[in-house]
């Protein structure tokens, strides 16, 4: 494959804010055909409109990833801020996952909670994450999508664009200390392009096990690696259009 890391993304897959109705429903529409009927985690008859979602969901901001030739969601994410008004001042992680905090760790940071967020909800749909010869998905659904080898590597950067995408939201923000709920995968994944996170937590069972990490938005950009800086500024400066067409200052 021809081309930096940056550009071969670009060249399948593209990151948007989701600033209006009908984009944020293709978001929860992802997220429930992964969190309920491939996971599992949340009960299909919950939503029968098929599209997951929370009472956390009208105060975030969430990204979508879209594959270019289908215009199918290949994955969200949402950027939850602290200190909402019209909710416990909890965060999700705080609201359902108390018990494995390490409260000693967070006490410790002596965070400004308006400096605060949690990334949450980071969902790929699982057409772009089965392997060449998985033809149909675990409900017996054939697939309609096909996909070229060179499309396929980079499906892994689908997760980590969703978090790139994220971290552009909470410079948008200024909510630059970041908690998440992450599977073991996911800090290893980031892990290896620079970013670590740290642990601030045992792992718990929450959607899949899951264990709570810390970052700032400074050490994810000044530890990320160049290939990725170039992706996580092309990615930043498209949201950045998106997010001052919805929010002017």
């Known amino acids: ?6 550009e071969n993304f670009q060249r399948y897959f593209t990151v948007d804010f989701a600033f ?10 992802t997220r429930f055909n992964v969190y309920c009927k491939e996971f599992e985690y949340e009960s299909v008859e919950n939503f029968p409109d098929e599209q997951e ?21 290949a994955g969200c994410v ?10 416990s001042s909890l ?6 996952c108390l018990d494995s905090i390490d409260h000693e760790f967070v006490d410790g940071l002596s965070l400004d909670r308006n400096t605060v967020c949690e990334i949450s909800r980071l969902a790929v749909d699982s057409s772009f994450r089965r392997r060449p010869n998985e033809g149909v998905d675990r ?50 994944l980031l892990k290896r392009s620079g970013i670590v ?35 996580y500024e092309a990615i930043h400066t498209k949201i950045c259009a998106e997010y001052r067409s919805f929010f002017p200052e």
């Open 139 to 188: 409900f017996g659904n054939a697939r309609e999508l096909t996909f070229g080898d060179e499309e396929r590597r980079v499906f892994p950067l689908i997760a980590v664009s969703a978090f790139l995408a994220s971290t552009s939201l909470t410079v948008l923000t200024k909510r630059t200390n970041v908690f998440a709920m992450m599977e073991p995968f996911l800090p290893r």
């Open 197 to 231: 996170f740290h642990r601030a937590g045992r792992d718990v069972d929450y959607h899949g096990v899951r264990a709570p990490y810390f970052i700032t938005t400074q050490s994810a950009l000044d530890n990320m690696k160049p290939e990725l800086k170039e992706l």
């Open 53 to 73: 979602f929370d009472d956390y969901d009208q105060f975030s901001l969430h990204c979508v990833i879209r594959h270019k030739e289908s215009g199918v969601a």
């Open 78 to 87: 949402r950027l939850v801020p602290a200190e909402i008004e019209k909710l």
């Open 91 to 96: 965060l999700p992680f705080e609201k359902y």
């Open 20 to 29: 209006d109705e009908h984009v944020k429903s293709e978001v929860f529409r």
């Open 1 to 6: 494959m021809v081309g930096t890391l940056a």
